[in-house]
C-alpha cells in the first residue's frame, strides 16, 4: 500500500484550526455551533480518518435519521471537486471493504466507519464506537448521547456535537455543559466570523429567505443558521407559542403527585416503535403532568407494570384507536391485553390529525409540567413539527414523523380524551419553581 498522508490531500481552514488543534491535543468532548456550510461534517470526517489509522476501533457518523444519513453524508459529493466527501476522506487503498447497503467501510488496519442513525441507537449492532459524531445533534434523539456516553466514558473514546441551533433545547443545554467544563471544547460560529460568506451574499440569502417564508419566519430562519441564534422556535413546530408560554408563565416546575387526586394516563402505542404515557391530574381547572414514561422493545405487559408500579391511584388509561385490532399470534387486541392486567381503558375514537393537534394547543394553556419526571415529553412537545414544502412554499399539513412524535401523540390522546369535570375545591398543590 503507499503512502498516505492524514488528513488526505485536506487542511483545516483557518476558523476550523482551533477545533482541530484540540482534537489532535488529545481532547474528547466537543460542541461546535457552527453556521450553515461552514464546513462540520468535513472536519469530522477527516478526523475520524485520521483517528481510525491512530487507534483501531469502531466509528460512527450518527444522523438524527438514518434515512438522512445516506444523503446527507454516504452520498454527499463535494460541489468543488465532484468526488463523495467519503472518498475525499477515506481514500481507496486504506479500504478493506466498502458496503454500500449499510453505508459501512472497514480500514485495512481493522478499524471500522460507518453513518447511522440516532432514531435507532439502541439497536445497533457491532462493537460499540470509539469515536463518535453527533450531526444535526440538535435534531437527533437526546437519549441516544445518554445510551452512548457510558460506553465512551468507559473505552476512553471521544464525541463531537456539530449543528445550528434548534431553539433552546438540548443542543443548549449540552451546548452550555461544554462551556462550563474545563476539558470540553465549545465554539459558536457566526457567519459574519468565519469569511464563508460575503456581507453581500448573506445580504442576499437573508432577502431570499424572507421573501420565500415571510418576514418573521425568515429572519428567524437566517438567524438560526447563520447566526447561530438559540432563541428562536423551531420553524414549523406546532406548539411553539404554547411551549413557549408555559415556560414564561413558570408552569414547568417541580409539580408534586396529590395522592387524593385520581391519575389518567395516555398512551401512544409502540407495536413497532417507541410507547410513550402521559400520567395526568386534574387539579380544579388544571391539568397537571406529573409524570412520563417512555421507551421500545417491550410488550404491553412491560408497560403495564411500570404503570401499576407508580405509586399512583387511577381513575382511567386512554388509548388510541389501533389498541382495538386483535393481534396475529394472541387474538387479542392490546385494549384485552391491558384490561386483563387490570387497567381500566378507554379508546380515544380515531380523528383528523389536525383536530387532535388544535385540541392539544387548547389543553396547554391549563397544563403544568414536572420538569425533571417529563423533560423527555417535554422537550418532544417543544420540537413536534411539520416540514417547509420547498415546491409548493409553504408548511405541509401533516407532522414530521421522528423521535418526538410519540410523546406528542400520547398528548394529543390526552387532549381528545379529557372528560368535562365539575371543578372540585382541592388544596393547591406545593408547585417549587426550577431555576
Avoid at 2 to 19: A, E, H, S, V
Avoid at 39 to 56: E, N, P
Avoid at 212 to 241: H, M, N, P, T
Avoid at 245 to 260: F, G, H, N, T, Y
Wanted: glycine content about 6%; overall charge neutral.
Amino acid at each position: 500500500m503507499p503512502t498516505i498522508n492524514l488528513p488526505y490531500n485536506w487542511q483545516p481552514r483557518p476558523y476550523q484550526r482551533k477545533l482541530w488543534n484540540y482534537l489532535e491535543g488529545g481532547g474528547k468532548r466537543a460542541v461546535a455551533v457552527w453556521h450553515r456550510r461552514a464546513g462540520k461534517d468535513d472536519v469530522c470526517l477527516h478526523w475520524a480518518a485520521t483517528a481510525a489509522f491512530d487507534r483501531v476501533g469502531s466509528y460512527w457518523h450518527m444522523l438524527p435519521e438514518a434515512t438522512q444519513a445516506r444523503k446527507a453524508i454516504w452520498d454527499a459529493v463535494n460541489p468543488h471537486t465532484g468526488r463523495r466527501r467519503i472518498d475525499e476522506a477515506f481514500p481507496g487503498p486504506l479500504r478493506d471493504v466498502t458496503r454500500e447497503v449499510d453505508m459501512f467501510i472497514r480500514f485495512k488496519n481493522g478499524s471500522t466507519w460507518q453513518v447511522v442513525g440516532s432514531d435507532n441507537f439502541n439497536s445497533l449492532v457491532g462493537s460499540p464506537p470509539i469515536g463518535l459524531v453527533f450531526s444535526e445533534y440538535a435534531l437527533a434523539n437526546p437519549e441516544a448521547w445518554d445510551y452512548l456516553r457510558p460506553i465512551l466514558a468507559e473505552n476512553g473514546g471521544w464525541s463531537l456535537f456539530i449543528y445550528t441551533p434548534r431553539g433552546r433545547n438540548h443542543g443548549k443545554v449540552l451546548y452550555d455543559v461544554a462551556e462550563s467544563e474545563p476539558a470540553w471544547f465549545a465554539e459558536r460560529l457566526r457567519a459574519a466570523e468565519t469569511g464563508v460568506f460575503t456581507p453581500e451574499s448573506l445580504d442576499e440569502e437573508r432577502r431570499q429567505l424572507v421573501s420565500q417564508y415571510g418576514e418573521d419566519v425568515g429572519l428567524a430562519k437566517f438567524r438560526q443558521e447563520y447566526e447561530c441564534s438559540f432563541e428562536g422556535a423551531i420553524l414549523g413546530a406546532y406548539y411553539a407559542r404554547e411551549m413557549a408560554a408555559a415556560e414564561l408563565d413558570k408552569r414547568i416546575a417541580s409539580v408534586p403527585w396529590e395522592p387524593s387526586i385520581p391519575v389518567i394516563t395516555a398512551w401512544d402505542l409502540g407495536i413497532d416503535d417507541e410507547t410513550s404515557i402521559w400520567f395526568a391530574q386534574l387539579v380544579g381547572k388544571e391539568v397537571h403532568l406529573i409524570d412520563h414514561i417512555h421507551g421500545s422493545g417491550h410488550g404491553m405487559p412491560h408497560y403495564a407494570n411500570l404503570v401499576k408500579q407508580k405509586p399512583y391511584a387511577y381513575s382511567e388509561h386512554l388509548l388510541p384507536h389501533d389498541a382495538e385490532p386483535r393481534e396475529r399470534g394472541s387474538g387479542k387486541s392490546i385494549d384485552e391485553v391491558l384490561r386483563s392486567l387490570e387497567l381500566k381503558t378507554r379508546i380515544i375514537p380515531r380523528m383528523d390529525v389536525m383536530d387532535g393537534i388544535n385540541a392539544a394547543r387548547n389543553l396547554l394553556p391549563k397544563c403544568w409540567f414536572d420538569a425533571k419526571k417529563c423533560a423527555y415529553g417535554i422537550e418532544s412537545l417543544q420540537q413536534y413539527r411539520t416540514e417547509y414544502d420547498d415546491d409548493k412554499k409553504t408548511f405541509k399539513t401533516t407532522p414530521y414523523h421522528d423521535w418526538t412524535s410519540h410523546a406528542a401523540d400520547a398528548f394529543r390522546y390526552l387532549a381528545l380524551g379529557l372528560k368535562p369535570l365539575q371543578p372540585k375545591p382541592v388544596k393547591k398543590p406545593n408547585v417549587k419553581w426550577v431555576v
